[in-house]
């Protein structure tokens, strides 16, 4: 499992950078039916759960009262059960599919309000999706596949194979240039589904679930495969997926959805820190809490008997790689931000989370 120093590391420059989000969704909804444009709009028909929603209307509300943002740089993960509406958001925020209400701004500018022209350029030039089937071409070639965007946009054969080809180096794909696709590998062909939607240099990646078909040990390359090239691009992301794991992997923060509305929105510690509800703490339980906490869960304040010459650690440190340092020393470790002590951290606190039972954080 990525550990989360790593996305602090990851994430420095996006804070450092961060003014307008570049994705802002408020009050989005996405309701499927013959009344759909009534149920936002009436308080009576909001207050109904979706399955009585259902039995009353005919309406079905895969997306309800969502609202976030994705800051540049973001990995942003979405995740959630089958029929949580995930796949139905994301959708939503490329407007394939239209949202009932609410407003969803992107680059500052209002996609809703975006006409067919604007829609076209702003999907060939400011975001791509990689989706779960491929949908790549089976008659052309790797390098034809992946310049087929740029085909599209009108941009010269030889621009388009230089560009190609750099993306194709990129995501690893070199040497496989001339190779159809069912001559790749699942993960190979994903791959090539990746730098296709890389070649056009877009603002914005969304992911739909694009590794939930591929074998785990594929599935694991890919999701580092994301990772190396985040770290090496700085692309914002969106991403879908079901998977928990993948989410706390790949996510510098997580939307988890149920039934069509956010239950949490946070970062990977938060979730498994500070759970919002029972469906939540019922979500992480089974997450080794040592893999995702930093030292700033479990510190406590000094004692007057504490003696303050131990390690200095920082905050932000996760607890399996501050355990063995903790452990080997005679002092309590100091946690320490700028100079300035926040507490400490001594075995009782490691090993309540490394060996302790399940449950918050205390």
Avoid at 50 to 76: H, K, N, P, S, Y
Avoid at 120 to 125: D, P, Q, T
Avoid at 155 to 161: D, E, N, S
Avoid at 269 to 276: C, H, N
Wanted: proline share 5%.
């Amino acid at each position: 499992m990525t550990t989360l120093h790593e996305h602090s590391e990851r994430s420095d420059d996006r804070h450092d950078r961060l003014s307008e989000p570049v994705i802002s969704v408020r009050d989005l909804w996405k309701v499927f039916g013959a009344r759909a444009a009534e149920v936002p709009s009436s308080p009576e028909l909001c207050a109904l759960s979706r399955r009585e929603l259902l039995e009353q209307t005919g309406c079905t509300t895969a997306v309800r009262e969502i609202d976030f943002d994705v800051a540049e740089g973001e990995v942003f993960v979405v995740m959630g059960l089958s029929g949580s509406g995930k796949s139905t958001l994301v959708r939503c925020l490329t407007r394939l599919i239209e949202p009932t209400s609410g407003s969803i701004s992107f680059e500052g500018d209002d996609l809703l309000a975006a006409g067919d022209k604007q829609l076209r350029e702003l999907r060939r030039n400011k975001f791509s999706m990689v989706f779960q089937h491929f949908g790549l071409l089976p008659h052309r070639r790797v390098i034809d596949n992946v310049a087929f965007g740029l085909e599209v946009n009108g941009v010269g054969k030889a621009q388009r194979a230089t560009r190609a080809q750099e993306v194709i180096e990129l995501v690893g794909l070199g040497g496989n240039e001339t190779s159809y696709p069912h001559q790749l590998s699942g993960g190979m062909q994903q791959r090539v589904g990746l730098a296709r939607a890389l070649a056009g240099d877009p603002d914005v990646l969304f992911f739909d679930e694009p590794f939930s078909a591929l074998d785990p040990l594929i599935r694991r390359d890919m999701q580092s495969e994301v990772i190396r090239l985040h770290r090496e691009m700085g692309k914002t992301m969106v991403f879908i997926t079901h998977d928990l794991s993948e989410a706390l992997k790949l996510g510098d923060r997580i939307l988890i959805m149920r039934d069509g509305q956010a239950a949490q929105v946070g970062t990977g510690d938060e979730l498994i820190g500070a759970p919002a509800d029972d469906y939540i703490r019922d979500f992480v339980r089974d997450v080794p809490k040592s893999d995702v906490l930093t030292l700033r869960w479990i510190m406590r304040a000094p004692r007057e008997d504490d003696a303050l010459d131990g390690p200095e650690l920082g905050p932000d440190v996760v607890v399996s790689e501050a355990t063995r340092r903790v452990l080997e020393a005679d002092r309590p470790a100091k946690v320490v931000q700028d100079g300035r002590l926040l507490g400490i951290v001594g075995d009782d606190e490691i090993l309540a989370i490394v060996a302790g039972p399940e449950g918050d954080p205390a």
